[in-house]
């Protein structure tokens, strides 16, 4: 299984770059995620590169049996 995570971008300065996934705690920008399995929402710490620390953030969480890409868009299923 594949541990995903998604939040919002708060980041997003080009008005495209709306999620961020992480993908087994590999962190993507992504514009768009299709979910084509059940999700349930999480919190969760997680290192925040900027502030050196770890902070609590809320995501959609799921155990997928792949991630797949089309350009910036992830399907995870």
Same mark, same amino acid.
């Given at each position: 299984?594949?541990?995903?995570?998604?939040?919002?971008?708060?980041?997003?300065?080009?008005?495209?770059?709306?999620?961020?996934?992480? /993908?087994?705690?590999? *962190?993507?920008?992504?514009?768009? @995620?299709?979910?084509?399995?059940?999700?349930?929402?999480? &919190?969760?710490? !997680?290192?925040?590169? /900027?502030?050196?620390? *770890?902070?609590?953030?809320?995501? @959609?969480?799921?155990?997928?049996?792949?991630?797949?890409? &089309?350009?910036? !868009?992830?399907?995870?299923?």
């Amino acid at each position: 299984m594949i541990d995903v995570k998604a939040r919002w971008n708060t980041q997003c300065k080009d008005n495209h770059s709306f999620w961020r996934i992480l /993908i087994n705690g590999e *962190e993507r920008i992504c514009s768009n @995620i299709i979910f084509l399995i059940p999700v349930h929402t999480t &919190r969760d710490m !997680v290192w925040d590169s /900027i502030r050196q620390i *770890e902070v609590d953030k809320h995501h @959609i969480s799921c155990n997928a049996n792949e991630v797949l890409w &089309r350009g910036d !868009v992830a399907i995870v299923r």
